[in-house]
């Protein structure tokens, strides 16, 4: 006999979520897959929409919309970022690289990305939480 | 599946004359499966009476699902008739913890000096076990337990035999703060358990005008509970 119930996001994700949403700092959330699953509204000042417009994506669909380039000016790919380490490697990462936001606009962040266990083995996903540095660059 | 409601309090016990209706024991509820086994839903004082209708029945095994190890969720484990006899064979279920194991926790109240004896000493045949991730199974019965919103690890639990299901989430705030019908549902917290069973025993501890009060600290108010699709809801 199966259990009739639905899917719902991780307890971890469904508290992240409700955290951010609180939060005046930006906030991205990725579930154990790397999928975005939410950023907050503030995080929308920054990536240039709004996350109702954007929606739910998988890694290497989000990791390359924003166009990440480190400070150089180069293309750089998830596993060079803090929110691709903390997927990826299952750590802590901090880091500064520019974006291109929704908007077209190029901006220049620090991100500290964490990833998130229920259980020491346990992984669910990550958040990663970032500032608009200033100095910004538009096209 | 047929479920009796031994302790509905929240908190602390309440006896007295304002607590005839629904009693004044807290958290625990009875099942029983179709084939006879019996599945206890947390240890909270009503334990204790229902420890009494088990004595005479003296039942060889019995299934103790805790969802958290708050005191009135707990405090009646030490006065369950069945753990005192060396024939009970007593399953206890519950989250895990990153920190400390089932037992270590159980037994840093049912030790001295919070309790008079040693969990270790109590004659019935005790396994503990951390719940399982995936759904499993006791006798007829198919079982999910997920984690929960409620300060400390805290599980609610789905019970699915012969095509009906009983939800039971004592304590537990679907969302903090804010308005619940405007939440998807697969972000709210417990959906998957609820999600079209035939009877949900969910916390409603606080009146709305209450809830905001205590909102985030301990749980939840009796509107705030209510699943928009769940069918049936008792509160306790």
């Given at each position: 006999?199966?259990?009739?119930?639905?899917?719902?996001?991780?307890?971890?994700?469904?508290?992240?979520?409700?955290?951010?949403?609180?939060?005046?700092?930006?906030?991205?959330?990725?579930?154990?897959?790397?999928?975005?699953?939410?950023?907050?509204?503030?995080?929308?000042?920054?990536?240039?929409?709004?996350?109702?417009?954007?929606?739910?994506?998988?890694?290497?669909?989000?990791?390359?919309?924003?166009?990440?380039?480190?400070?150089?000016?180069?293309?750089?790919?998830?596993?060079?970022?803090?929110?691709?380490?903390?997927?990826?490697?299952?750590?802590?990462?901090?880091?500064?690289?520019?974006?291109?936001?929704?908007?077209?606009?190029?901006?220049?962040?620090?991100?500290?990305?964490?990833?998130?266990?229920?259980?020491?083995?346990?992984?669910?996903?990550?958040?990663?939480?970032?500032?608009?540095?200033?100095?910004?660059?538009?096209? | 599946?047929?479920?009796?409601?031994?302790?509905?309090?929240?908190?602390?016990?309440?006896?007295?004359?304002?607590?005839?209706?629904?009693?004044?024991?807290?958290?625990?509820?009875?099942?029983?499966?179709?084939?006879?086994?019996?599945?206890?839903?947390?240890?909270?004082?009503?334990?204790?009476?229902?420890?009494?209708?088990?004595?005479?029945?003296?039942?060889?095994?019995?299934?103790?699902?805790?969802?958290?190890?708050?005191?009135?969720?707990?405090?009646?484990?030490?006065f369950f008739r069945p753990c005192w006899s060396g024939e009970t064979e007593l399953h206890v279920w519950g989250p895990l913890s990153p920190v400390r194991s089932l037992e270590e926790r159980i037994a840093r109240y049912l030790s001295p000096p919070l309790f008079p004896v040693q969990l270790s000493e109590i004659p019935a045949?005790?396994?503990?076990?951390?719940?399982?991730?995936?759904?499993?199974?006791?006798?007829?019965?198919?079982?999910?337990?997920?984690?929960?919103?409620?300060?400390?690890?805290?599980?609610?639990?789905?019970?699915?035999?012969?095509?009906?299901?009983?939800?039971?989430?004592?304590?537990?705030?679907?969302?903090?703060?804010?308005?619940?019908?405007?939440?998807?549902?697969?972000?709210?917290?417990?959906?998957?358990?609820?999600?079209?069973?035939?009877?949900?025993?969910?916390?409603?501890?606080?009146?709305?005008?209450?809830?905001?009060?205590?909102?985030?600290?301990?749980?939840?108010?009796?509107?705030?509970?209510?699943?928009?699709?769940?069918?049936?809801?008792?509160?306790?």
């Amino acid at each position: 006999m199966r259990v009739e119930g639905r899917r719902q996001k991780e307890l971890i994700l469904i508290l992240a979520r409700e955290f951010a949403s609180k939060l005046a700092t930006p906030m991205f959330i990725a579930d154990r897959h790397g999928d975005l699953v939410f950023y907050n509204e503030p995080a929308e000042e920054v990536l240039g929409r709004s996350f109702a417009e954007v929606g739910e994506m998988p890694a290497d669909q989000w990791a390359s919309l924003f166009q990440p380039e480190d400070l150089q000016g180069g293309p750089i790919g998830l596993e060079a970022m803090p929110p691709g380490v903390a997927l990826l490697e299952r750590k802590p990462a901090h880091g500064e690289f520019r974006i291109t936001g929704l908007d077209g606009r190029k901006r220049l962040v620090s991100v500290t990305a964490f990833p998130l266990f229920a259980r020491s083995d346990e992984f669910l996903g990550m958040v990663a939480i970032f500032w608009e540095q200033p100095g910004v660059e538009t096209p | 599946m047929r479920a009796t409601v031994w302790g509905c309090r929240g908190s602390l016990a309440t006896p007295g004359r304002e607590t005839l209706r629904y009693g004044g024991n807290t958290s625990c509820v009875e099942v029983r499966l179709r084939d006879g086994s019996i599945i206890v839903l947390d240890a909270g004082t009503g334990i204790r009476p229902l420890g009494v209708k088990l004595g005479d029945e003296r039942p060889a095994t019995i299934h103790l699902l805790l969802t958290h190890l708050h005191l009135d969720h707990l405090e009646g484990l030490g006065f369950f008739r069945p753990c005192w006899s060396g024939e009970t064979e007593l399953h206890v279920w519950g989250p895990l913890s990153p920190v400390r194991s089932l037992e270590e926790r159980i037994a840093r109240y049912l030790s001295p000096p919070l309790f008079p004896v040693q969990l270790s000493e109590i004659p019935a045949q005790m396994t503990f076990h951390d719940v399982p991730v995936e759904e499993w199974e006791i006798g007829p019965t198919r079982l999910l337990a997920h984690p929960v919103s409620h300060p400390g690890p805290t599980v609610g639990y789905r019970l699915s035999e012969g095509g009906r299901s009983l939800a039971y989430i004592p304590d537990h705030e679907p969302a903090f703060g804010v308005d619940l019908s405007t939440v998807p549902p697969e972000w709210m917290s417990g959906y998957a358990l609820v999600d079209g069973v035939d009877v949900l025993l969910h916390d409603s501890q606080y009146g709305e005008d209450e809830y905001s009060t205590w909102a985030g600290v301990i749980r939840a108010s009796s509107r705030r509970s209510r699943s928009p699709e769940s069918q049936t809801s008792a509160g306790s």
